[in-house]
């Protein structure tokens, strides 16, 4: 009965519960904005960060208001002891229903599993509004140390020691590069936690060091314009290519395929944002590239027949140029390009250097570089900054090579010379 009466007391209940989150920086394992409030309902909706801030109740007994800490955090032990006050009728009183705090909760502020800490510092990095391509890469490295803790039995964040995250990175099997950049994560991860005070001691240890090589500057190969003619020519024979899986049938052509061919060469874009072009992208001649983070749009200008190509795509397959069937997955989609590009390189080759996709790109950035496009023109078309640009792209920057020819032409300009000698023939 006793139980009964504190149900509809709390059913009753004229105080108000809050959850106040800390006023300390990183104290907070949801990661919520400091000394902020929320409601129950509001830990209802889909994605909501849990944390383990104190529940407060707020309002008038006995004709005295005020604000005070439950010291609990789950809802339902913070409802009874709000009730207990309001039978009282005082904010000192207590009552014999009065739940203890729970011994166990499910983490101690100074605790946090895994699952949680990534769940918080995915949120965060979505949050900071990065480009879909990095925060998948964000999730795939929270997926793969969850995947090894699980392997594991580990649950909780501290669990993971030095030792720990060392097996983790030596079993990534990634390429060089790749792998180091996955350091790099791995890093700012953990230093993320530190931050927040979730741990005591950062396990990855400064020993840990990225794979020899994979520092060496990426090799930029563009396509040369006689591989453009030989992949274009490649389409024309490839003729119409059946598909068939669980969703449906259907046919892709050799003329689908110059399309997103041209839209790689004459954009600079990547794969990913060719395979999901949306027409809203075109404006008159115009391609929308990107919005730069100093104001201002980037547009990159197509010539009258590729954009009366796109238009006429765009009036037979609907807004999504590229897209096959209903799946607007950017890993589907762009994964649907990959195949279809290799059947066109495999009709164009033999090429000196593996061909991709990305090479599309690069030949975008050395034709404009060929014409004497200035270099911060050509970074701000790519989104790269100036230096990368030069550093990747040395060998078609005209004016690198001028200076370089004026350098030593000045350098050796007063040095010793051969005398000239007349020889026989009229030769010196």
């Known amino acids: 009965m006793a139980g009964n009466a504190v149900i509809e007391s709390i059913t009753a209940m004229s105080l108000n519960l809050y959850r106040r989150h800390f006023r300390i920086a990183g104290k907070c394992v949801g990661g919520h904005r400091l000394d902020s ?192 003619e030989r992949i274009i020519a490649a389409c024309d024979v490839l003729g119409a290519v059946r598909w068939i899986n669980e969703q449906g049938e259907g046919a892709w052509t050799g003329d689908e395929a110059k399309d997103f061919i041209w839209a790689l060469t004459y954009t600079g874009l990547r794969i990913s944002d060719v395979a999901l072009f949306d027409i809203k992208r075109l404006q008159g001649n115009e391609v929308f590239l990107r919005a730069k983070k100093n104001g201002g749009d980037v547009f990159a200008y197509i010539p009258d027949w590729l954009r009366d190509r796109l238009e006429q795509r765009s009036e037979a397959r609907g807004p999504m140029l590229f897209v096959t069937g209903e799946s607007r997955r950017l890993e589907t989609v762009t994964n649907t390009w990959r195949r279809r590009l290799n059947r066109v390189f495999a009709l164009a080759g033999p090429f000196d250097e593996t061909p991709t996709p990305h090479r599309f790109r690069h030949t975008f950035a050395r034709i404009l570089l060929q014409r004497g496009v200035p270099v911060a023109d050509v970074a701000d078309l790519l989104g790269d900054d100036e230096d990368t640009v030069r550093e990747h792209y040395a060998r078609w920057v005209p004016e690198r090579q001028a200076r370089l020819t004026k350098i030593l032409k000045e350098a050796f300009d007063d040095k010793p010379k051969p005398k000239l000698v007349a020889l026989p023939g009229g030769r010196t």
């Open 37 to 228: 409030r929320n409601y129950e309902p509001e830990e209802l909706r889909r994605g909501w960060r849990s944390c383990y801030c104190p529940i407060y109740a707020c309002g008038s007994l006995s004709g005295e208001f005020k604000r005070k800490n439950t010291e609990r955090v789950r809802w339902d032990e913070a409802k009874a002891v709000a009730v207990a006050w309001e039978k009282a009728g005082s904010w000192d009183g207590e009552s014999a229903d009065t739940p203890a705090a729970s011994i166990d909760p499910p983490a101690a502020p100074g605790r946090i599993t895994l699952d949680e800490a990534t769940k918080v510092f995915l949120s965060l990095r979505d949050g900071d509004k990065i480009s879909p391509a990095t925060l998948r890469k964000y999730k795939t490295f929270a997926k793969q140390l969850l995947a090894f803790a699980a392997s594991r039995g580990y649950v909780m964040l501290d669990q993971l020691t030095a030792a720990d995250i060392d097996r983790f990175y030596a079993g990534l099997k990634l390429g060089l590069r790749a792998k180091a950049k996955r350091l790099g994560t791995l890093r700012s991860f953990f230093r993320f936690c530190m931050n927040r005070k979730w741990l005591q001691e950062n396990p990855v240890s400064t020993d840990l060091k990225p794979p020899l090589g994979a520092s060496k500057v990426a090799n930029k190969v563009p396509f040369t314009d006689a591989e453009l």
